[in-house]
């Protein structure tokens, strides 16, 4: 599983109509083969702020994604509301057998 998280700092003049490109690229992105999740949400300490996070089957259905037509629409768009830098992180994702032991030794502590 890929998983991606991103910001997107908006202009607040235009933060209706981020949020009306967000929805649209979410609507559109939900329907592609290998995505499993794809949503934006408002920052609670800015809410001139976008946060991006999908779920992806496969490298391959992430790089499908960027080939799309609502993709190309987007990115055209995406720089008129756009108030600052944006940034995203990838992360590759395996699943863990339940039943293969993992020497509890060495992990780090969790810290909530």
């Not at 496969?58 to 960027?66: K, N, P, Q, R, T």
């Not at 590759?92 to 969790?110: F, I, M």
């Amino acid at each position: 599983m890929i998983i991606v998280h991103g910001t997107i700092p908006v202009r607040p003049d235009c933060r209706e109509e981020a949020l009306s490109l967000a929805r649209r690229m979410a609507d559109a992105t939900r329907d592609e083969i290998g995505c499993i999740s794809y949503d934006f949400y408002i920052g609670l300490a800015d809410p001139n702020t976008l946060m991006l996070f999908q779920e992806w089957e496969s490298m391959e259905a992430l790089m499908g994604h960027f080939q799309t037509e609502h993709m190309d629409e987007f990115l055209k768009v995406l720089p008129s509301v756009v108030a600052g830098e944006i940034t995203t992180k990838r992360y590759a994702v395996q699943s863990v057998d339940e039943n293969q032991s993992v020497p509890k030794e060495n992990l780090p502590p969790t810290i909530h």
